[in-house]
Structure formats: C-alpha cells, structure tokens
C-alpha cells in the first residue's frame, strides 16, 4: 500500500480505541490522537531510507510493533510519571497500545497486497498475503483511505453521544 491506504487502515484500527477515548474523555482529544495515529502510519516505511535494511524486513515484523510499543510506552510512563505511578501505568499502557497498533495496521494493509508481509521473521519465515490488489492501485489506497475516514468519524462521533 501507500501512504493513502496506510492512512485508512491506521484510522479503522484506531476507530474502536477512538470510539472510547470519545466516550471517556472528549471527541477533541480522540480527534487528536487520530491525528497522531495518522502521521506515524508511514514509520514501517522508513526502512526504504535506511541502508541495508530490507523493504518489509525487520520493520514489518510483530518485533519491530513490540519494539515501536515499548518506545512510546516507555516515553508515555515518562510523562505520566509527574502526576503519580498509576497515572505513569495508564499513560504508558495506552501509549504502547498505540505505538503498536499503528505498526500493526502498517503490516495489515501490506498483508492485502501479492507481496505480504513475514510478520515473524526472521524467528519463522511464513508468508501472508491476501493478494487483493497491487500495493500501487490508486482504487484500493483511495478506498481504504476513504474508508478509514468514514469509519473513525462515526466511530468518534457515537463515542462522544454517548451520555456519561
């Protein structure tokens, strides 16, 4: 996929923690994190920059999400730490939940394409691929991009009705 397609599937698989925080705290801060989930999208990518790593190697692996997970875990205890140890737990817990989780929508989408991902290498070499469509279809990007903006605002949009 490319970056449109990449945006879309981190946006439905941010649109149920969405839905929640909406609910929980307020649509701007669920619109926010959105946001931010939508911009480190692209992060697996970044290995197409770095010499001698390979294109849907390492940083499109379960290891690199735990890896991306426990950086912004780490990074949000940090922060919630000034307040008090649970607060450092809840932050640092939700701030893994998305480091990973923006990593994993990354490799669902590559999983649509014929190329797919090896999530588990180089542990196990196996190969998953729905082979749905081309990385480069502007249909399937455009779709997926579309579809991920229609599914976050609706889920963030019932999230913040929701009487509490």
Known sequence: ???????????????????????????????????AVA???????????????????ITHTVWFALAVGVAFGAAGAMLGLRES??????????????????????LLADALTPMGIEPFAPVRDDHYTLDLFRAANPVANYG??????????GALVAGAALPV
């Open 39 to 57: 911009s480190t999208a692209m992060v697996p990518d970044l290995d197409m920059k770095v010499p001698f790593v390979n294109h849907r190697g």
């Open 1 to 35: 996929m490319h970056r449109k397609g990449h945006v879309g599937a981190s946006l439905v698989v941010y649109a149920p923690f969405g839905f929640a925080l909406a609910a929980l705290a307020s649509i701007e801060a669920a619109a926010v994190v959105a946001a």
């Open 85 to 106: 140890a649970l607060a450092a737990a809840l932050v640092g817990g939700l701030a893994f939940l998305f480091g990973a989780l923006t990593i994993v929508s990354h």
């Open 144 to 153: 997926l991009l579309a579809l991920g903006g229609v599914v976050v605002a």
